[in-house]
């Protein structure tokens, strides 16, 4: 009931294309749902981040979807560029809760082709 | 505003040995918590601290232990290193809320 899935495994996106990633949770008492993004060596940065109250997030080319009833969200990245490169991570938690541990997907490797 | 530092870089260690990794949360923030991220896979919470107690726990054995320091800074010690304990250690700052800031990480190699 920890987990969260994360789809696909791998993705390779035309520039200018849109990017989508998926994650799927199980314990319905997360209500924290960030994104990370990673480059070869470096740690996770935060990228946006959603809580279960709104459907949708947009913060410049990027967008998360939230489906409360379906236990899932997305993250959209408009207008892909070789830059976007990188290893997407969705995670999962308890908002401010006593142990805010992060549950995170396997990742993503996203290739942005110019 | 600094960000959250850990030091060192790299490290190759021999089976048996014991290793130390250091973390300087971001300004501001009181709350480190410690990843393991294994190569191809996602990071694996191991524990946090919050005001120099440790204040929770993920599946890690208790070979593994830290330490919080009154500026909020951080250490991860690890004793009887074995192979499968290489990866990329992670070391996280949060303040009020969730939100959580990851550091570069150290990478340890166990040969």
């Known amino acids: 009931q920890q987990q969260v899935k994360q789809s696909p495994q791998s993705l390779i996106v035309q520039k200018g294309g849109i990017s989508i990633i998926n994650c799927a949770y199980e314990n319905t008492a997360f209500d924290y749902f960030p994104w990370y993004q990673q480059f070869p060596g470096k740690g996770p940065a935060l990228l946006i981040a959603i809580r279960p109250d709104v459907s949708e997030k947009k913060e410049g080319r990027f967008t998360i979807s939230f489906n409360k009833s379906a236990k899932q969200f997305s993250l959209h990245i408009m207008d892909s560029q070789p830059g976007d490169s990188a290893t997407y991570f969705c995670?999962?938690?308890?908002?401010?809760?006593?142990?805010?541990?992060?549950?995170f997907g396997t990742g993503t490797l996203l290739a942005v082709q110019p | 505003e600094t960000g959250v530092t850990q030091s060192p870089t790299h490290l190759i260690k021999t089976r048996g040995q014991q290793v130390t990794l250091r973390c300087s949360s971001q300004?501001?923030?009181?709350?480190v918590s410690w990843y393991q991220q294994a190569l191809g896979q996602g990071p694996q919470f191991i524990f946090q601290y919050y005001r120099e107690e440790e204040n929770g726990r993920g599946n890690f054995p208790p070979r593994f232990s830290g330490l919080q320091f009154p500026n909020y800074s951080s250490e991860l010690n690890v004793n009887a290193l074995e192979l499968d304990d290489s990866a990329l250690y992670l070391c996280a700052s949060s303040g009020q809320g969730s939100e959580q800031y990851f550091g570069p990480g150290t990478r340890l190699t166990v040969t």
């Open positions: 300004s501001g923030h009181n709350t």
């Open positions: 995670a999962a938690s308890l908002y401010g809760g006593a142990t805010n541990k992060l549950i």
